[in-house]
C-alpha cells in the first residue's frame, strides 16, 4: 500500500499545503492549517467507498413535514427579520460592528421571551453579571425573569443548563471569548470559536432551545473567526448602521427557515432600541426648495418600501489631476459604470470632477433600480439644476443606457403617493395611478429632463 503522507488543511479555505505554517497562503488566516493524512493514491479494493456501506431508504419530495413552529420574541421587528419567529432547537449568528448594540438588542429580546413565560438565559462573556443588571435598569427591564450569568467556559455553561430545564432562549455574547476547554489555544482563536460554537449548537439542537451567538466583526466587515462558523449556524443576522446615525437595520444574510429579503428596523434611543414599523420614510430630509445633487429613491426591502435619498456632489478639479470617486451606502463599482455611461450614451462628462455620492441616514442601498435615481443626482450635481422636490426616480440602467423597470415599481409608487410624493420619474411602459409620471426609456431623456436641455 502507498505510504501515507502527512499534509496540512486550511480549516478556513480548504487549501492543501506541504508543511505547517502560522498563517495560509491562500486565505491569510492564521492557526488554521491542520494536519491531515492525505488518501492513498492507490486504491485498493478496501478504498473504494461503493460497496461495503449501509444502502438508505431514497425517498420524494412530496411527504407530508411538519413546519418548523416559531417562537414569537414579542419584538415584531426582530420576529420578522429572522423569517416570524425563532425557531426552537435552530442556531443563529448576530453579527455586528463593535457598538452597534448587539447586546443591547438582545438582552431586549431576552426580556421579552422571559416575560412571555417561556424562559431566556443571557449569558455574557464580556461583561460582568452587574454591568449586564445595570443596562437592564437603563432600559426598564430591571423586573424580566432573564436568567444570568458572566462564564466564558463553555463545559461550565453547559454543565449548569443540563440542570435546568432547556430555556426557550439562550444567547451567548460573545462567541469569541468563549472557551472550551477540549481544544487547546486562547479564546477568540479560530479553533475555539469553532469547537465552543459546536458544542452550543450541539446543545440547542439536543434540548430543543433557539441559541444566539453573537459575533464580532472585523475591521474589513467579515466575521471573526472561521467562515466555517457561518456554514454551522442555521441563520446569519447583520446588524448594521452608523454609529453617529440613530437607525439600525437586522438584516439576515443567510437563513435556513426562511427568506432573506425581510429587515427589522430599530432607532438606538436613550432607553434601548426602539421598533419602527414604518420605516418609509426614516432616510428621508423633506424640504420645500429643492436643491441641486439630490434625488429621492423608493427602495424596497422585502416587501416594504424605504424611501430614500441620494445625495451627489461635483467638484471641479484643475485638469490633470486625477479626480476622485467616492461612494458611502452605495456600491462603488457601480458607481463608475453610472458614470460610464452617461458619458458614453449621454455625453455628459465627469472627467474633470470629483465625484461623492451618499444615501442619507447611513442607509447602505443594494436595489439596482436606484441607477437612475444616482444617475438624476449626479447630474443635478453637475448641471446645478435640482430635481423636483416632490419627485422619486426609479429604473436600472443598462450598460447600453436603456432604463429597465424595477420590481414591485407598484408597490413603491403607492408608498410615494402616500408620503405626498406628486411625481414619479420612472422606465417606460410603467402605468400609474394617483401619481404623475415622466417616462423614460433612455438615459439621455432623463440627462434632457434634469438639465431642461
Ligand atoms: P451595545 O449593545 O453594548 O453594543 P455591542 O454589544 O454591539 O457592542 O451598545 C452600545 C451602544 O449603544 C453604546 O455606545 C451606547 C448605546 N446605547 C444607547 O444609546 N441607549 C441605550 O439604552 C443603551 C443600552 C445603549
Ligand atoms: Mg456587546
Known amino acids: 500500500m502507498a505510504k501515507l503522507k502527512a499534509r496540512y488543511v486550511c480549516q478556513a479555505c480548504g487549501s492543501v499545503h506541504s508543511r505547517w505554517q502560522g498563517q495560509c497562503p491562500d486565505c491569510a488566516e492564521w492557526n488554521t492549517l491542520s494536519q491531515e493524512s492525505a488518501a492513498p493514491t492507490v486504491f485498493s479494493q478496501k478504498h473504494d467507498l461503493s460497496t461495503g456501506g449501509r444502502a438508505v431508504e431514497l425517498v420524494g419530495l412530496d411527504a407530508e413535514v411538519a413546519l418548523p413552529v416559531r417562537i414569537s420574541t414579542g419584538i415584531a421587528e426582530f420576529d420578522r427579520a429572522v423569517g416570524g419567529g425563532i425557531v426552537p432547537g435552530s442556531a443563529m449568528l448576530l453579527a455586528g460592528d463593535p457598538g452597534i448594540g448587539k447586546s443591547t438588542l438582545l438582552l431586549q429580546v431576552a426580556a421579552s421571551v422571559a416575560k412571555a413565560g417561556k424562559g431566556a438565559v443571557y449569558v455574557s462573556g464580556e461583561e460582568a453579571v452587574d454591568q449586564v443588571r445595570l443596562r437592564a435598569l437603563r432600559l426598564g427591564l430591571g423586573a424580566a425573569p432573564v436568567k444570568l450569568a458572566s462564564v466564558t467556559s463553555v463545559r461550565d455553561i453547559l454543565t449548569t443548563l443540563q440542570g435546568e430545564s432547556p430555556p426557550a432562549l439562550l444567547v451567548i455574547d460573545s462567541v469569541q471569548t468563549m472557551h472550551s ?252 395611478k394617483g401619481i404623475k409620471v415622466a417616462r423614460f426609456s433612455q438615459l439621455r431623456g432623463l440627462v434632457e429632463k434634469v438639465t431642461g436641455r
Open 181 to 432: 476547554d477540549l481544544i487547546e489555544g486562547a479564546p477568540g482563536t479560530v479553533s475555539q470559536v469553532r469547537a465552543s460554537a459546536q458544542e452550543l449548537i450541539r446543545f440547542a439542537k439536543e434540548r430543543g432551545t433557539a441559541l444566539i451567538l453573537v459575533g464580532h466583526v472585523t475591521k474589513d466587515g467579515s466575521i471573526a473567526g472561521p467562515r466555517v462558523l457561518e456554514h454551522m449556524v442555521d441563520a446569519v443576522l447583520g446588524f448594521e448602521g452608523e454609529r453617529s446615525h440613530q437607525y439600525r437595520i437586522l438584516r439576515a444574510v443567510k437563513n435556513r427557515f426562511g427568506g432573506t429579503d425581510e429587515i427589522g428596523v430599530f432607532a438606538m434611543e436613550g432607553a434601548g432600541l426602539a421598533e419602527v414599523p414604518n420605516p418609509s420614510a426614516l432616510f428621508l430630509t423633506r424640504r420645500d426648495d429643492p436643491v441641486s445633487g439630490t434625488a429621492i429613491f423608493p427602495a424596497l426591502e422585502g416587501t416594504r418600501p424605504v424611501l430614500v435619498e441620494i445625495q451627489a456632489l461635483t467638484v471641479r478639479l484643475a485638469s490633470g489631476a486625477t479626480p476622485r470617486r467616492s461612494a458611502v451606502g452605495w456600491d462603488s463599482s457601480r458607481l463608475a459604470m453610472l458614470l460610464a455611461v452617461l458619458e458614453a450614451r449621454c455625453g455628459v462628462s465627469f472627467a474633470t470632477a470629483e465625484v461623492y455620492l451618499n444615501v442619507a441616514g447611513g442607509y447602505k442601498l443594494q436595489d439596482p433600480a436606484a441607477d437612475l435615481a444616482v444617475a438624476a443626482a449626479l447630474v443635478s450635481a453637475l448641471s446645478e439644476r435640482p430635481v423636483p422636490a416632490e419627485a422619486v426616480v426609479m429604473g436600472e440602467v443598462a450598460l447600453s443606457g436603456e432604463v429597465r423597470q424595477a420590481a414591485h415599481t407598484q408597490l413603491r409608487l403607492k408608498e410615494a403617493a402616500k408620503l405626498g410624493f406628486e411625481e414619479a420619474w420612472v422606465p417606460g411602459g410603467v402605468e400609474a
